[in-house]
C-alpha cells in the first residue's frame, strides 16, 4: 500500500466525487480510478459505495471508513517524519505536538512555549485536545511528542512527571440558577439535579466518590467532551455542567458562573 495511494484515497473520500478529486490531483479519471480499483482489490474489500446513474456522488463503505481514518493518521505520521529527518541539524528548528485535555494547566505548557519560541524562533507548537483516551492513543501512535493528563490515569507504561498546578472540580451554571447563590456546592445540593458530565469523568470513580452516588443513580441529561460545547448546553438551561474550574471565562458579563466543590475536589497533572 503506497503512501501515494492513500493521498488519492483521502482526495476522493474528501470530495466524494472521482471527477472532483482528480482535478484536484492533476490526474486523469481513468487514472484515479484504476488506482482506487488496485487498492479495493489489494485489501479484498469494497472501499465505496458508487453513485446511481442520476448521482456521480461516491459515500465510504464501512471500511472505506477505517481505512480513511487509519490513512490520515498514517500520513500525519508519514510527513511528521519526514520534517524531522530534514530538520535533522545543528540548528534547533521543528514542529512540537503536544495533547492535552482542557486544563489550566495547559498555560503552564503555553508559557514554556514561548520561552522556548524566544530563544528557537524555528520551532512550532501544536496543541491537539482530547480527553485521556485520545491522548494516549496518539501518544502511542507517535503523533504527538507529549501528552498532558489529569488524575487519576494509568501511567505506567510511561516517562512521567507531575506539573506543579492542580485543577479545582466544581459545576458550571447559569448565574440566574437556584444554586448560584451558593458559595460552594455540597453532594447531596446535585443528587436531584439535572447535571451534564464529562464522558471520561463518567467512566472513573474520582467524581462518583465524592457526589457519593454512582451517576446511575443520579439525573445525568447530556454528556461533553470538550466543555464549550457543553456550556451551551448550560446556557440553554439544559443542566449543571461539573467540569474543571479556570477552563471558561465566567467573569464581566458572563452568564454563567462557577462554584467549587465543599468538600474541595483538586486533581494533579502529568506530562508524559
Known amino acids: 500500500m ?21 482535478e484536484s490531483l492533476h490526474l486523469s479519471q481513468p487514472t ?15 472501499l465505496f459505495f458508487r453513485g446511481t446513474k442520476g448521482s456521480r456522488r461516491i459515500t465510504l463503505t464501512e471500511e472505506g471508513m477505517i481505512l480513511r481514518k487509519r490513512a490520515e493518521e498514517i500520513l500525519e505520521l508519514a510527513e511528521k517524519t519526514e520534517r524531522e529527518i530534514a530538520l535533522s541539524s ?13 486544563t489550566e494547566g495547559v498555560r503552564f505548557l503555553a508559557e514554556a512555549a514561548r520561552r522556548v519560541h524566544q530563544e528557537y524562533p524555528q520551532v512550532r507548537f501544536h496543541i491537539f485536545s482530547g480527553d485521556a483516551r485520545d491522548v494516549l492513543d496518539y501518544l502511542d501512535k507517535g503523533l504527538v511528542d507529549f501528552g498532558l493528563l489529569l488524575h487519576p490515569a494509568d501511567l505506567s507504561k510511561y516517562e512521567s512527571f507531575p506539573l506543579p498546578v492542580k485543577d479545582t472540580w466544581g459545576v458550571l451554571m447559569r448565574r440566574d440558577a437556584p444554586l448560584a447563590s451558593r458559595k460552594a456546592i455540597f453532594p447531596k445540593d446535585l443528587w436531584h439535579e439535572p447535571l451534564i458530565v464529562s464522558r471520561q469523568a463518567m467512566k472513573g470513580e474520582l467524581l462518583s466518590a465524592w ?3 454512582d451517576f446511575s443513580a443520579l439525573n445525568v441529561v447530556a454528556t461533553y467532551n470538550l466543555l ?10 439544559l443542566g449543571y455542567a461539573l467540569c474543571l474550574d479556570k477552563i471558561l471565562n ?13 468538600p474541595k475536589l483538586e486533581v494533579g497533572m502529568q506530562l508524559i
Open 32 to 46: 484515479l480510478s484504476t488506482q482506487l480499483k488496485h487498492l479495493e482489490e489489494e485489501l479484498g474489500k469494497q
Open 2 to 22: 503506497e503512501l501515494r495511494v492513500l493521498r488519492y484515497f483521502l482526495a476522493v473520500a474528501r470530495d466524494q466525487s472521482i471527477s472532483g478529486a482528480a
Open 90 to 102: 545543528p540548528t534547533v528548528a521543528g514542529d512540537v505536538y503536544i495533547g492535552a485535555g482542557e
Open 228 to 237: 464549550y460545547n457543553g456550556s451551551l448546553l448550560v446556557k440553554e438551561g
Open 211 to 213: 457526589l457519593q452516588r
Open 250 to 262: 465566567v467573569t464581566g458579563d458572563s452568564a454563567l458562573c462557577f462554584r467549587t466543590f465543599s
